[in-house]
């Protein structure tokens, strides 16, 4: 008995292994990324709020992109910093023509439009583009960055672009959250392909404006606390076409958690955005109950090579799907934390449903509840 219900919990993790394999595929297929010469004029919308470690190489980036300098404008969003943000800015703003510096204050802030997606939401206010491309100010970009994300709005079909981002670092927390973040980004991109939107990463997140106004902006957005869900789940519910790339030149660079404490408060606010999801919520922690239920039994059983069989198939079609983003986006050197990695994320996933239980987020000093 104890061992029928092993194989139920092996085929169930791997029928979903299998479902997030053909939706990547699915998505990948869809993409072009060759060079079309299409330049339209884009706005790359940048929030800041208390960033002066991380804003210089930002715009930085952004300024030394290869796409047409007189085609593109730089809007940074300062959000009420207290730190040296705004000075930072001001100072690049000098030479650097196609930026522009707006300032958010408790006189002009946008009324009913709390944390980050007011700070998004005045930065598009401002903006002259009809496509804007969005980055956090802790994020740096490739030189082909905005040419290959505009690529994609060649076709005039498409509303909105996601793509992926990278953790660098090199200590073995570093690595884990790399080898996470493709993970994450992987099934987001076969959610997209099997027309299931599960998330995307607002870091690294761009649309065409005039469909952005049409849902009202994030005004006309239920409030979430992953805005980049939301908006996914906004443009897929107006049945606009939505692309999701795999691109080395498409993605951003951001920088890891560097403790435990950080690393669970992010999970936190992505687990309480991602009740949004419902069903799919739902069917996600199941299938991921399905590893430790099988684990428990081994053990009840002692039948410890079925417990090295459910962890070996959860790491073999977690292995296939992370292996494949990895290629496409050449990061060849993480091939080796695939394993360590998804045994942490098996312990870790244990702990973030107990995460709901706290009910209030908070991002970048300023604390949300559901009810915001």
């Given at each position: ?20 394999i ?23 919308v940048?929030?800041?709020r ?17 796409y ?5 404008e ?14 930072i ?100 991109s ?40 939301a ?97 496409k ?13 998804i ?30």
């Amino acid at each position: 008995m104890i061992f029928n219900l092993i194989l139920i919990t092996l085929v169930i993790y791997s029928i979903r292994g299998i479902i997030f394999i053909i939706g990547a595929i699915k998505e990948r297929n869809k993409s072009s990324v060759h060079p079309t010469g299409y330049f339209p004029f884009v706005s790359i919308v940048v929030p800041a709020r208390n960033e002066e470690k991380n804003i210089l190489k930002c715009i930085e980036s952004l300024a030394l992109n290869s796409y047409p300098k007189d085609k593109y404008e730089i809007i940074a969003v300062d959000d009420r910093s207290t730190d040296q943000t705004l000075e930072i800015l001001n100072k690049l703003n000098l030479t650097i023509e196609n930026l522009c510096v707006v300032v958010i204050n408790e006189t002009n802030k946008i009324q009913g439009l709390k944390g980050k997606p007011g700070a998004l939401q005045y930065g598009i206010n401002n903006a002259k583009g009809a496509i804007i491309l969005m980055t956090d100010a802790d994020c740096i970009v490739g030189p082909e960055w905005i040419r290959t994300i505009v690529n994609e709005f060649a076709d005039q079909d498409v509303a909105l672009v996601a793509s992926f981002t990278n953790v660098i670092g090199n200590k073995i927390f570093d690595r884990i959250q790399a080898v996470e973040w493709v993970y994450m980004h992987t099934m987001a991109s076969a959610g997209v392909g099997l027309n299931q939107p599960l998330g995307c990463y607002g870091n690294n997140l761009s649309f065409r404006k005039k469909d952005f106004d049409a849902l009202g902006g994030y005004s006309g957005i239920d409030f979430s606390v992953t805005e980049d869900l939301a908006l996914l789940q906004a443009m897929n519910a107006s049945e606009k076409k939505i692309r999701y790339l795999t691109h080395p030149e498409s993605d951003v660079d951001t920088y890891p958690c560097v403790s435990l404490g950080e690393y669970f408060k992010q999970h936190h606010r992505w687990a309480i955005g991602g009740l949004a999801l419902g069903w799919r919520a739902t069917v996600f922690v199941v299938t991921s109950a399905a590893l430790w239920i099988g684990i428990i039994l081994s053990v009840i059983d002692m039948n410890y090579i079925l417990l090295l069989c459910v962890f070996a198939n959860r790491i073999l079609w977690d292995y296939l799907l992370i292996g494949s983003s990895l290629v496409k986006l050449r990061k060849h050197e993480l091939h080796q934390w695939i394993p360590v990695s998804i045994i942490f994320l098996s312990f870790a996933e244990l702990i973030i449903p107990f995460l709901l239980l706290k009910p209030n987020v908070e991002w970048k000093g300023q604390v949300f509840n559901k009810k915001h």
